[in-house]
């Protein structure tokens, strides 16, 4: 009984102690906000605060601050080439500039981007999914990047057309640049390969020759190929499918309106896809699989070959060393179109919110970034992480160590081997791709036929 | 009540059953949380070969966790007792006090309709809002918090609350109480169980709670512990080991923290001075 | 309580409630209802459309399917959850050695992250590597898709959220089942009414509160299955296990179709309120 006195009356303090505690403190963060929101928001800081090596500093006075939102929670961990040029930038323009990240999960990233334009909070740098790009630009959020490129030739110089040309829009806006260069198709195992008894692809190897490859890869018992379905977005190496069968000569038209993603080039492409599904090719699971699971299970030895991009590299050294190799994928005699296809392309893009303009110190201090991001210093940062650059930049060594990546660059120093001028994914808007990566999906696995597939595209291009 | 032993027995086994139904997920968890990353994706079945606490070195090393604890706490405080005062009053209302039945069914199914409603789709408009009104920082999620809560207390509330017998609130009036003496000496600790299984069924839903705190805080200073396994999965690697450490270093507070509240529930009326 | 129903005193504390509910709940669901009639990316200006939105859904091959998983779940769940937590809650609530420590173990799957949640459930219900099929296996019982195929993934799911809430409701219940004052159960017991009689005509009719919120909760607490889905299937393979929040989420969030998502969740809520008024009649008429 006692008890019970006891405890109601330390419930009753508790409520309207904290009662007032919650008015009190919430009138305080008020004030704070107003003054906060002119600072710059120099109290932001993104580093995962309190990690002892974290060796991002907090503002010192005279700096201009600006902010980089970026795809992934732990940049440090998961974007290690970006955090490097960003603290390498910060070193060099010490007391000038300074970059701090705005980090958040990729979905809550995206949604953010949006909300921050909405109520003009926009970080001055952010990664944009490259659906999302082009409705930024549209809506006058973004700063057309030509001023910059025509003011800073370097940069320009250093930048292919065809990694600007991706985020340009007809009538010539650069309302984005590459965040990096996206590199993808098929790593492979080549001493699973050898145990199995299966010779290495090559550049010539036909899907035909790919197919009896798979049939005896299953009669090892090793999974052909490691794929998961349930992140949807991964389908790289098959992307390359789809341009063996003129994809990028006829998306234009097929946006427009003048031809269907329903002809006849690309039933027979989804054709091949579906055939590799009956023939096994992925594994059983595949349905319930992410790709983490499928490039652990690649890694592991259970598979012989995975459809992913460069971004990989680094890991596949660590956990395969020189037993990686890297291939562009079958090519196909049925088609007309030309096979000697690579996809080296532009990733999604970086912008520039455009409230920049408005002030001169903030305008110099991300013009100062961008050119360090494309420049030699921050390429040769990016080669040591083992991912691609945006950049141009011929002479940087690769270490011998790293053989994924010098697996990668002697595919795409091929002679003559052309890439598409984006990934072919990219050009469509978010609708419309998730239906692609749907689509292509559903016939691997069996669950559509290869017209039901492209007809739901189709549609989905009509709605949105 | 009385019952043979054979009987208590078959019912401890099934008691028995029913929890390792319950807890085996969870406990291989835990033993998952002592393997390497690769290990859970692999050999997800096989007992660890050895206790390895690197999992738990790396979201120690990777997230600020007096931090997070305390942003989770802080937030948790404010709104149960935001929550707890608005809604109990208001339950009280529609529960004990007479007045039109029109109005007050109305009132009581308008403040039911939140029940229905799945928290995502307020996101936007809730962000939007709390800009508008000059909310920042952690105390954003505050108010969506207390609103989120509001349909089911008043479920529970009220629900609660009318099946007290009326006599008592009349014995209270005619012994000098006011309203606030009926309500802060007689009804509140008559109503321990429910508000004890308020408390636990919210402060849980904070704790976990992650939409709006993924869409509400932008400073890591911010964060609350919901956001811990985000850190650990990127657009192109994902770390199971860090995850699910990470969320046993959330899970354990709330365990005991419901083994101290459920008691409250259990011990509830039986000692009460009221029998119906 | 007549004294004190006071017209100052009935709004001034009703007016904290319904100020906050209304601006944070039901403020932002009318403005998704508005989004639902216009096509809107979430950047920029939306265009207003009309009911278009609406005349695309009844079309929408993938709503239909996720309309059909919510049914089966919400069935399944309804059954298992109102009877099977019932009786396990009487079961605790027996003195029996151990009961609060097992209460407390029993409500754990409630608090396990979402995300640990499916993974690990996928390590059970895996059609490859499973625990589930190797057992049915071993025992010489043939295996299933229990997810990740067409006919049976709505089910997984609505187990997994069974076992999921068993603690939540378990509490609700006992909650309850402490209001019924021990001398009528005594009383009972010394006329000799058996279990069985003493659970139909004397627990259950005093418990009749709880179970009607009981009821509620699962209802609208499988209109917002959420993470489950996420986290096990992602809703495929193809949609087929989507249910009508993570369709409603996909479309929003990762096709960017917000004003055909809030469409959609517009609808999702609709469906739901029916669904509960449907019970709260057939509760009240039975009453009657």
Redesign the interface.
């Known amino acids: ?1 006692k008890r ?2 006891v ?2 009356t330390l ?2 303090v ?6 007032f ?2 008015c009190g ?2 009138a305080g ?2 004030s ?3 003054s ?1 929101a002119a600072a710059t928001g120099a ?10 090596e974290s060796s991002m500093e907090a503002p010192k006075d005279g700096e201009t601050v600006i902010k980089f939102g970026i ?4 940049p440090k ?3 290690a080439v970006t955090w490097n040029i960003v603290n390498a930038f910060n070193k060099k323009y010490d007391g000038k500039y300074q970059v701090e990240f ?7 990233h ?3 981007m ?2 921050e ?3 003009g909070t926009l970080p001055e740098i952010f990664w944009c999914d490259s ?2 790009a082009v ?2 630009s ?4 973004l700063l057309d990047l030509s001023d910059f490129l025509s003011s800073n030739k370097d940069t320009d110089a250093a930048l292919d057309d065809s990694m600007k040309q991706a985020f340009q829009t007809d009538d010539g806006v650069q309302y984005g640049l590459p965040y990096q260069a996206n590199v993808e198709g098929f790593f492979y195992n080549k001493k699973v390969l050898k145990d199995a008894g299966v010779a290495e692809p090559t550049e010539g190897t036909t899907f035909t020759e790919f197919l009896d490859m798979c049939k005896k890869l299953n009669d090892a018992k090793i999974t052909p190929i490691a794929q998961g ?4 977005y991964a389908i790289w190496a098959f992307l390359m499918f789809l341009d063996r069968y003129g994809y990028s000569e006829n998306i234009d038209k097929i946006l427009n309106g003048k031809e269907k993603f329903n002809n006849k080039d690309m039933v027979a492409c989804f054709d091949k896809m579906s055939e590799l599904g009956k023939a096994k090719a992925f ?3 595949m ?2 699989l ?1 790709y ?2 499928a490039k ?2 690649f ?2 030895g ?1 598979a012989a070959f995975i459809d992913t ?1 460069a ?2 590299a680094a ?1 596949f050294d660590e956990k395969l060393g020189d037993n990686i190799g890297f291939w562009w994928g079958p090519t196909f005699d049925d088609s007309k179109y030309s096979q000697t296809c690579a996809m080296k392309v532009p990733s999604a893009p970086l912008c520039v919110s455009a409230a920049v303009s408005k002030d001169k110190s903030v305008q110099d201090a991300v013009y100062a970034f961008l050119n360090y991001y494309y420049s030699k210093d921050a390429a040769a940062i990016s080669y040591q992480g083992s991912v691609f650059p945006a950049t141009n930049y011929k002479d940087i060594q690769i270490s011998d160590t790293q053989y994924a990546l010098k697996a990668v660059n002697a595919a795409i120093s091929t002679e003559g081997w052309t890439s598409p001028k984006a990934q072919p994914d990219q050009v469509l ?3 419309t791709q ?2 692609l990566y ?1 689509s292509m ?2 016939v691997m ?1 069996g ?2 036929s290869s017209k039901d597939a492209l007809q739901m595209i189709d549609d989905s291009l009509a ?2 | 009540m009385v019952q043979s032993g054979k009987k208590r027995s078959v019912m401890t086994l099934l008691m028995i059953v029913i929890t390792i139904f319950a807890v085996f997920p969870f406990a291989w968890m835990i033993m998952l949380s002592f393997k390497g990353n690769n290990d859970i994706m692999l050999h997800p079945l096989s007992f660890p070969k050895s206790l390895d606490f690197s999992n738990y070195k790396n979201a120690l090393s990777t997230l600020n966790y007096p931090q997070l604890y305390g942003n989770t706490f802080l937030i948790c405080i404010i709104s149960m007792a935001i929550e707890l005062v608005v809604t109990f009053m208001s339950s009280f209302v529609l529960a004990r006090m007479t007045f039109n039945r029109k109005i007050k069914s109305l009132v009581y199914g308008y403040l039911i309709l939140g029940l229905s409603i799945s928290p995502f789709i307020l996101l936007f408009p809730v962000y939007r809002i709390s800009v508008l009104l000059h909310i920042s920082g952690k105390l954003r999620l505050v108010f969506p918090y207390v609103a989120t809560s509001i349909s089911f207390n008043t479920l529970l509330f009220t629900g609660y609350l009318k099946k007290l017998p009326a006599e008592i609130d009349e014995a209270a009036i005619i012994d000098g109480c006011n309203l606030f003496d009926l309500i802060t000496k007689v009804i509140i600790p008559m109503s321990k169980p429910v508000i004890a299984t308020i408390v636990i069924f919210n402060v849980l839903y904070i704790w976990n709670e992650y939409p709006f705190a993924s869409v509400m805080l932008r400073d890591v200073t911010d964060y609350t512990l919901s956001m811990g396994a985000s850190f650990f999965k990127g657009k192109y690697s994902v770390d199971y080991g860090g995850i699910i450490a990470s969320s046993i270093m959330m899970i354990v507070p709330e365990l005991i923290f419901y083994g101290i509240f459920q008691r409250n529930i259990v011990e509830g009326m039986t000692a009460g001075a009221v029998k119906g | 309580m007549y004294w004190l129903s006071k017209k100052r005193n009935i709004i001034g504390m009703l007016i904290p409630t319904l100020v906050i509910y209304t601006i944070f709940i039901i403020l932002p669901i009318g403005m998704a209802v508005f989004y639902s009639f216009t096509k809107y990316s979430g950047i920029g200006k939306p265009d207003f459309i009309g009911a278009a939105n609406y005349i695309r859904l009844f079309k929408d091959h993938i709503f239909w399917v996720s309309f059909k998983n919510t049914i089966i779940i919400l069935a399944v769940d309804f059954a298992l959850l109102m009877v099977a937590a019932f009786f396990a809650a009487i079961l605790l609530n027996n003195r029996l050695i151990g009961a609060n420590f097992c209460k407390a173990l029993i409500f754990s799957p409630a608090i396990i992250a979402p995300i640990i949640v499916g993974i690990i459930w996928v390590y059970i219900l895996d059609p490859k590597i499973g625990i589930l099929n190797a057992v049915l296996k071993s025992i010489g019982l043939p295996s299933h898709l229990w997810i990740g195929g067409p006919v049976l993934s709505p089910y997984s799911i609505a187990f997994i959220y069974f076992w999921q809430q068993l603690g939540y409701i378990i509490t609700i219940y006992i909650a309850g089942l402490k209001m019924i004052p021990t001398d009528v159960i005594e009383a009972s017991t010394i006329d000799g009414a058996s279990d069985w009689q003493r659970i139909r005509y004397i627990i259950f009719p005093m418990m009749k509160p709880q179970i009607s919120t009981v009821a509620i909760l699962v209802i609208t607490g499988v209109f917002k299955i959420f993470e489950i889905v996420q986290q096990t299937t992602n809703g495929g393979p193809n949609h087929m296990s989507e249910t009508l929040v993570t369709y409603s989420y996909s479309t929003t969030f990762s096709r960017s179709e917000y004003g055909y998502g809030m469409c959609l969740a517009t609808i999702t809520f609709v469906v739901s309120l029916i669904i509960v008024a449907i019970y709260s009649r057939a509760v009240r008429s039975k009453e009657d």
């Open positions: 009984m019970k006195k405890m109601t419930l009753g508790l409520t309207i102690a904290s009662l505690a919650g403190s919430q963060s008020n704070a906000s107003s906060g109290d932001e800081t993104a580093t995962v605060s309190g990690s002892s795809h992934v929670a732990d961990a998961q974007e705005e980090a958040a999960e990729k979905s809550a995206d949604q953010n949006k909300l334009a909405s109520d659906a999302q409705d930024f549209d809506a006058g959020y379905s349930t992140d949807n594994p059983e699971n349905s319930t992410s983490f699971d652990a299970s890694e592991a259970q991009g971004w990989d890991e808007n978010a609708a998730t239906q749907d999906l559903g696995m669950n559509y709605n949105s």
